[in-house]
């Protein structure tokens, strides 16, 4: 019995087309190719889902109505970053993400998608020149994730299944490590100095034994501060054969030295902060670096594309292999790959094209300037306690409110009002930190932009 | 430059067209010169070579005086260098033998030789694991997988290997019939022992996954969980095989290959056993106190009966069905393309009660449940 | 077959694009930066040059210099030389479901009313997207029965760690780490649900297929589970397209064994209205957001799993949830979740995707999802019979039952009779503009290819697939060559020479890597 319901997703929901399909295979209707699933197992009735909006423009209406009740950051004063950070997207990142011959590929082979293997070969040679390291791997699903990999990697590289992991490690980023590492390998954190936010190097060094696989620590920090005696936790981690592992911010890459430059044995970090929209959270992507060493590039569980000519001399892709010839007794499983996040390893190589290394030059200094210039601005607020952490800085720094008797909530909410997205409130996280929220200045806060938030912020206070 | 070894094996292949069974053995050999027979291997060693001659300036072609091999290298112009083999117009297995030894001695990358199972066995018994060889099919008897699927494929992993392409080495069984069972009537074959051979070369598109194990790792993975789950107080008896011999390498000993080896407390205590060793083992130890320990063999899929013949009837019904325990990688398992398991002890009732479910171990922490049928 | 179905005479654009370095002119610029404002460069003074010794970079990144159009023209090109779902007629990948991703929804997702949200911004700011989730899981709820949905997982195989480490979580609270240590799966399940399950310490037992019927192996299942069962890790269908119709005896037989079962529900296309993960107990499941629901699949990701569960198993769900305040009327983002495995992702999923899921079930209802599985599956019947009668293409397992909504064939006869198996065919439809994939390993089915059609393809599109099919089996026959050399009407040729991908000393990951070891095209680089 043919059903009337013509879609525009569904071609052959024409019913005379369904006819002529059914007469070819010799089955009368559809039910019958579901008469394998027993009756007790069949749904009864329709899913109890709201009618359709089957006209384009209802759907736009009824959306975009959902859509209106938001109020981007991104259309503000916007002081928030930790992690997801508001940078200028180039328009032609924009337009390469809309490329339908990008967005609607998956798995194809690198002779009709070649475009996709070149462009991600690309991205990871471009990171590469970022990262100063040989290896970089096709995306991961973030940075929490890349972060998460790397460790587990340090683990099979030397054997071991003990990580020292710095405590000013971003909370969410920890669980995830913490979540991804369980149970086969064990998180322990060293200390950091309440003040200058850096590394305890005692702590850590009495943590350090012979079953730690990876010392692993953030730069710039959380917090927003620049450790500045990374080659120091390295050569610590090195001593007890251990390997250094940093998470770092590509953006910073264009003025500030590669973790490879103080001994970091891998790399890894979020790319959302080249070319990617802010998405709630939604866009991002991680990498991972090394050296060129097989004992490394064995134990990357994610694609590695790599460069093979062709018969006909021309620029081939195709994914690096390789067979592991011994099965080692420590040998927990390989990680999975799935689906993770390669449009955005496209869409960041736009990125670090389109820039240049001028262009990532300019890109930190306008930050460190922009920065130093907030916190400048901030320190002279009476009751204002900025930097309440660190003394060198990246992008972003912590104020404290303490002084000032207001919470963090109400000057946020005040500032809302005014059209500022106040910085991200520290309060609950860091309990010990007190009234506390980390303001992050990127390229697209102008002078006016900061010196608004200043004055709003005075008359806040004062108030 | 690639150092190819190349054996010929004249008289094989020429009972096939004549309906005899291989030409192993004198009066057989007589029988089909007789009837007429023309032999097989020259123009089966000439297609491979026609093959190779593309690559020749990057071949260094050693092979043995006259029909075993010089002959059909003139006759398709590849320049090479002769062995000092002494043979007669009649070559004979222990041609085969010397020639395999002096060309594994001259350090060749890879050993061809164009014959049937009988030659394959000549060659295992003189280079044993220590050379890399690749058979050209032109035998008869063809149970073996140490040959290639045809002259023209082994044409292609020859010029895989001398254009440089990798493969792990895999230890691939020389089979041959039981001449014992086909004295019986009854056509079976034995394993007679392993020769290395080029790895599966694989295509582009299963390259996906980053790192696969090989092999030889993966035998290493389901050795380590049997070890694992040993029971110190358990006998097991480990059948042939080269996936069963690595659980005794993870123990640190040496088993044997082609023997059943007993197993107790992580030790040695018995190599090489025949049934009757078996039996006295099992008694000793006790019914539900054992366990038989066996790879599948052949190609078909035979978990018992093919190549591991000391396990026989008598053996087998001494412990039950649960008291089998298979070992084998999923490769080999991929190799049956869904057919199950085979049994053949000798003993047709045995055999029926056997099929059913089996625990197989196929790596680190890795099992599956897979069928055995008649 | 008429001639609108004739293989049309394509050849994909090949530009032959240098590696993006080559492009590279000293002194061009993409895009510039803001200007430093007087005020700011006088109050920062020198802050970069007063940042210690070994924190500022000594030398520049070697990026590549290149003028705004000349990028944006590179990557065109490129994407010239990919074959989008948008663009070919992409059934012949299997598994993935590579369905029409609706325009419209790509504008929803693009809008800077998501695009500009920071995740941390005030809740009050955000209700609008936080709506979008909300609702998305109470229609994941009612296509599924289950009580309650984490958007979380950046994709299916991240679903499985999240699933599994629920399950780890659960088995460790009742004390039982020690005793409840395996998990059971099929040999044909995503390879990621194998790999997950050791990576959370547990044996894996993987089930084979009955060799007539296809559906895992009954006695062999019933040997597996034991008290030792923590859970299973099932997909039905599987991927040969086969639906178990004792798929609710081997959960029975599991909880009966005081274990959990889990869903993988990536081949959900076919049953969407007709069949739910509640019906045969399932504790939990995971949809792929990129698959069934229709977001684009990004040459790889970014994708989103999303995860249910059953009441049971909530508190054990990854923070936050979002839920919706009645009291006063707002949505937030639930942190209270007593038992949770923490966070698996960076805040709260892949948004762009809930979006786009969420307006395709808007725009479909409940008689449009049915009636996409149900033309999924005509669909996919209709290729079965073409192809089963295909020279040298063979149909294992379930001999002349339908299937759901894909198909696990094989080629091994057209290998063994002219020596071109699945590769070469895979080179070869290239050149007539179409994908096809083999299997997840291991191949339990030599020679395997298998073939989704979803509901997005119109009769007249799929019988161009299958007529290019037919042809190249033709070609496989009469001249194998072709299909041994091919592509030919692809962007680039054949990459014959895999030891290049293969060998650690020939092998380049990044253009960094080849120039130490190369130089020109290939040739090794001479010492110095």
Known sequence: MARKFIHPYIPNSVPEVQQEMLQEIGVKDIDEFYECVPDEQKVQGKLDLPDPL???????????????????AGNMINFLGGGCWDHHVPAVCDEIASRSEFLTAYAGEPYEDHGRFQALFEYASMMAELLDVEVVNIPTYDGSQAAATALSMACRITGRLEVLVAASTAPDRLSVIKSYLYPDIKVNLFDYDPDTGLADLDDLSARLSDQTAAVYFENPAFLGYLETRGQE??????????????WTDPASLGVLNPPRAYGADLTCGEIQPLGIHMFMGGGRAGFIGAPDDERYIKEYPSRLFGIAPTTHREWGFGDVAWERTSFASRETSKEF??????????????????MGPEGMRELGENCIKRTRYALNKMAGLPGVKAPAIGTHFFKEFVVNFDGCGKTVVHINAELLRRGIMGGQDLSQVYPGMGQSALYSLTEKRSREDIDCLVNELEKILSS | MFRLGLIINPVAGMGGPLGLKGTDGEEILELALKKGALPQAPSRAAHVLKALSQEKDKICLLTCPGPMGADTAIQCSMPFETIPLKINQKTSPEDTRRAAKMLQQRSVDLLLFVGGDGTARDIGSAVGERQLCLGVPAGVKMHSSVFALSPHHAAEIALGLIKGRRSQPRLAEIMDIDEEAFRADQLRARLFGYL???????????????SSASEKAKQQASAAFFVEEMD???????????????????????????????LRDGQIIGKDLNEKDCLALLDQAGFEQATIVVTPIGGQGFILGRGNQQLSAEVVRRVSKKQILVVATPDKLQLLRGSPFRLDTGDPELDRQLCGIYRVLTGYRESAYYRAEL | MSDKTKSRDFHQARWNEPII??????????????????EIETSAGDALGELPGDLKRSSPPGLPEMAQMRVLKHYLRLSQENLGADLNVDIGQGTCTMKYSPKINEQFAASPQLSGLHPVQDENTVQGVLEIMYQLEQFLKAISGMDRFSLQPGGGSHAILAIVSMIRAWVDDRGLSDTKDEIITTIFSHPSNCAVARAKGFK??????????????????KEAVSERTAALLITNPEDTGIYNENIKELTDLVHAHGGLCSYDQANANGILGITRAVNANFDFCFFNIHKTFSSPHGCGGPGCGVVGVKEHLIPYLPVPLTSFDEANNRYYLDYDVPKTIGKIKDYYGVIPAMIRAYAWIRSLGAEGLLEAARVAVLNNNYILNRIRAMKGAEVPYAEGEHRIEQVRYSFQLLKEETGCGFDEVQRRICDFMCHLWSSHEPFVVPEPFTIEPTESYSKQEIDEYLAALEKIIEEACATPDVLKTAPHNSPIHHVAEHEYLDDPKLWAVTWRMYKNRFEGYFEPKKEQ
């Open chain 2, 196 to 210: 290395p051979v080029p790895g599966s070369q694989r295509g582009l598109q299963l390259l996906k996954a980053g």
């Open chain 1, 233 to 246: 936790i390295s050569a610590l981690a090195h001593e007890r054969d251990a390997l250094s592992v940093v």
């Open chain 1, 54 to 72: 089957l006209s384009e423009a209802a759907l736009k209406r009824h959306v975009e109505g959902i859509l209106a009740r938001n109020q981007p």
């Open chain 3, 204 to 221: 894996v037992i993987n089930i084979y297929p009955d060799p007539k019927t296809g559906r895992p192996d009954l006695e062999a299942f």
């Open chain 2, 232 to 262: 110190p107080n358990r006998l097991y008896l480990i059948g042939p095989g080269t996936t069963t011999r690595a659980i005794l390498q993870a123990l640190g000993q040496e088993g044997t290959l082609l023997g059943v080896d007993a």
């Open chain 3, 21 to 38: 370095f080559d492009l590279s002119t000293p002194g061009e610029r993409g895009i510039l930066l803001p200007e430093m404002e007087p």
């Open chain 1, 337 to 354: 790959v799935g689906t993770a996040s390669a449009l955005w390893g496209i869409i960041a190589g736009v990125y670090l094209a389109l």
